[in-house]
């Protein structure tokens, strides 16, 4: 694919985001798939130009802004070619952006995608694209860091550490895992990164002139998280075990802070989890650990049953501080070179989530992005806060912090309804949020609930900042359009409500508990006076298609049709070697009864399973037995698949034909 020639002095007019927003309306599904949507965003050291990805119809782009000024578009690619473009990275003077195009972002050292299926598989490549030239190929790789004078890039692939300078690229060295949390000391002289191997991982140092290796005090489990002191003689970093198999929830301590020499790699521990609350490891979505220039370091922490930002002497250690109490999630942080920490959190509304701010010393945190919608991701570039906006009828956007001001295209889904957040009771008397998206149209509607994957995810009042579930909201938004209600469910397991409800007991493999929440919610629809409550369906993708599939082997008698979307079917798999062989195969049956196979002789509804067979979440095989099992029993199934598609679909055409046919599938057996 060509691409065009670029300018990042953005004085020059070439290209400039001037043409009206894109818009569409809810009852057509490929102009509302087509809309744009913002990710992969970043922001230069020294000065206020971000830059992000931009995914229109498939067609994804690069895009870059000044705060203040226009945006203007770096990439030209019209294609909808299944070619990911991601690892954004801007050099310290904004003068130079790196970017990565071609493999899977989430698997970046593993089988290159080809899911336009094409004769040849395309490769992975990075880009670079300088002041006033078109972008070039530096290289085969991900994950590029500008060096602190901008001068050179370091990149990785499967395993090795690359370093382009001067307009070539040379090999400085190599590793036996995948390398993670490339950075360069301050210095330049050094490159920090994580050395994830099978079941554990290192934090090393790669000295680039004198070509030395030096690991900090290796040890058993995952270290992990690395953070530089200032000065760059020291490495923080968190080391942690996963529980064993059948462990106490207040068992431990899983997991410990440590600061090694950077020298020597010698180690100390500042501080571990005690047990109880938080005696096991979980972290938010970006990075976890940062050491400030005044010599503390910020982490998280489930101390109180809400994930949190803690602050402890890296010199002395004792007890952490909090720094962002109450009953709510921190999703990101980071910290600013001012010494005050940005968090991202549903602090005032469970379903919406905010940017709010605390200095690192400590005090009261402080809202800084009001309005109706969800910001999330937050970063600088040059010292101001930006991030991406969405809300109930706008796509992911870059934003500028204050005043959510847009850096570029803010797309519309006309006619949107703004769903409304609401709570119901589990059988067993958890409380579940819900989002409900009221079927359009007068008399009675059929409806449906939606069940989100991961299953570590939370569905919104508005669009999701990921390509995946900003699809799926739009989809939902379209099915209330023609005619349907729509449950979208926040079931336990899920995040955004605290450890207890995340960690709930007999979850997934050890007994489903989650699925009770689907079926009150099924319920609680059924007895909605605008509800036909004999015409209830649902769907999902990944762990939602699981419960999908179990949705309608227990309770054929409630939904009377599902679309399972890359759904797990069995969850059928070895046991950990610390149980005995008694425990081991009690806790094979409880995988069996957990798994939709376990209940599929109560199975009698229609389903349409849609898959790609080069998935690398969910194994295709999934999807294979069910249909077997399904043809078996004579129960009616549709199928759709994608050949060489990966899990999250990266063409648009595969999301506008798997959705096209779950509308008509939803149409020929609940209206």
């Given amino acids: 694919m060509k691409m065009i020639r670029i300018t990042l002095n953005l004085s020059c007019a070439t290209m400039l985001a001037s043409a009206a927003p894109a818009l569409a309306q809810t009852n057509d599904l490929a102009a509302a798939l087509a809309l744009p949507t913002a990710s992969q965003m970043a922001g230069a050291r020294d000065v206020p130009r971000f830059a992000w990805v931009e995914n229109r119809a498939g067609a994804r782009n690069l895009w870059v802004a000044d705060a203040g000024q226009q945006a203007r578009q770096v990439t030209g690619y019209a294609e ?60 085969e790789g991900h994950m590029p860091a500008f060096s602190p004078d901008g001068q050179r890039i370091a990149f990785t692939r499967r395993g090795e550490i690359w370093v382009w300078v001067g307009g070539k690229a040379a090999r400085i060295g190599a590793v036996g895992g995948g390398v993670s949390d490339l950075k360069w000391t301050p210095d330049g002289r050094k490159l920090l990164f994580v050395d994830n191997r099978d079941g ?41 075990l996963d529980p064993p198999a059948g462990a106490a929830a207040d068992g431990g301590p899983y997991w410990s802070i440590r600061v090694a020499d950077a020298a020597t790699g010698k180690a100390r521990t500042v501080w571990s989890a005690p ?57 990101t942080f980071l910290l600013g070179a001012d010494g005050v920490v940005t968090f991202a959190a549903n602090a005032d509304e469970a379903d919406r989530r905010h940017f709010w701010q605390v200095p690192a010393s400590g005090g009261a945190a402080k809202r800084v992005t009001q309005g109706k919608g969800s910001e999330s991701l937050p970063l600088f ?69 939606f069940v989100h994957g991961g299953p570590r995810r939370q569905m919104l009042l508005g669009f999701h900042h990921g390509q995946y579930y900003s699809n799926a909201y739009v989809m939902n938004q379209v099915l ?30 050890d007994g489903a508990t989650e699925y009770r929440d689907v079926l009150a919610g099924g319920r609680w629809l059924a007895a909605q006076k605008d509800v036909e409550a004999d015409r209830i369906g649902i769907w999902g993708g990944s762990w939602g298609g699981y419960l999908t599939a179990l949705a309608l082997a227990r309770n054929s008698d409630l939904f009377k049709a599902g679309a399972d979307f890359h759904g797990v079917h069995t969850l059928l798999r070895n046991v950990d070697g610390n149980l005995s062989p008694d425990a081991q195969v009690a806790a094979r049956q409880k995988q069996w009864e957990s798994s939709p196979m376990g209940s599929i002789a109560t199975w009698r509804s229609p389903v349409l399973l849609v898959h790609g067979d ?39 055409a595969d999301w506008l034909a798997a959705y096209g046919r779950t509308i008509s599938f939803f149409d020929a057996h609940l209206k």
Avoid at 495 to 509: D, K, L, M
């Fill in 480 to 509: 209330a359009a023609k005619g349907y209600t729509v449950l979208s469910v926040n079931y336990r397991s899920g995040t955004g409500y605290g450890q207890a409800f995340r960690e709930a007991p007999g979850i997934a493999r």
């Fill in 275 to 331: 047990k109880g609350m938080g005696g096991r490891y979980y972290g938010t979505r970006q990075h976890n650990l940062y050491w400030s220039k005044a010599g503390q370091l910020l982490f998280p922490w489930e101390r109180t049953g809400f994930l949190h930002v803690y602050a402890i002497d890296a010199a002395r250690g004792g007890e952490p501080r909090e720094l962002t109490p109450g009953k709510f999630e921190v999703e």
């Fill in 80 to 139: 909808d070619d299944g070619m990911m473009l991601y690892d954004v990275a801007l050099s310290p003077d904004g003068k130079r952006i790196a970017f990565v195009r071609g493999g899977d972002d989430e698997f970046p050292d593993g089988k290159i995608p080809n899911t336009a299926s094409l004769p040849f598989t395309p490769n992975q490549q990075l880009f670079l694209a300088e002041d006033g030239q078109s972008p070039v190929a530096i290289g």
């Fill in 200 to 240: 554990h991982g290192f934090v090393a140092l790669l000295d680039v002139d004198a070509g030395k290796l030096t690991y900090m005090d290796p040890a058993l489990g995952y270290s992990a998280e690395p953070a530089l002191s200032p000065d760059g003689s020291q490495v923080a970093y968190i080391q942690y």
């Fill in 381 to 449: 570039g040059g010292g101001q806060l930006a991030g991406i906006a969405a809300d109930a009828s706008h796509t992911a956007h870059p934003v500028l912090a204050r005043g959510l001001t847009p850096l570029g295209e803010v797309a519309e889904l006309k006619g949107a309804i703004t769903p409304e957040a609401v709570t119901y009771t589990a059988e067993d008397g958890v409380t579940v949020h819900a989002q409900l998206f009221r079927g359009q149209g007068k008399g009675r509607h059929p409806a449906l609930i």
């Fill in 614 to 652: 080069d998935d690398r979440n969910v194994d295709f095989a999934q999807s294979l037995l069910l249909a077997r099992e399904l043809a078996a029993r004579g129960i009616p199934h549709e199928e759709l698949v994608f050949p060489n598609e990966r899990h999250e679909f990266f063409r648009n």
